[in-house]
């Protein structure tokens, strides 16, 4: 698993930043998992999105 800490731009369109979490899974040499997460009002991770990477032979 490799995590990337980072800021952006809050959903809110407030222009303040809000920190991310990008987490790659590695579940094989033909399949990863890209999963993004960003902290709620209460400061919990919400998970938004998925995304999901096939390696075709």
């Known amino acids: 698993m490799l995590t990337l800490d980072t800021e952006g731009p809050s959903f809110t369109g407030d222009g303040s930043l809000v920190p991310y979490l990008d987490i790659i899974e590695i579940e094989s ?3 990863w998992a890209l999963k993004s997460r960003a902290p709620d009002k209460e400061r919990t991770w919400v998970e ?3 995304a999901h990477y096939r390696h075709k032979t």
């Open 29 to 31: 040499d033909d399949y």
């Open 48 to 50: 938004f999105m998925t």
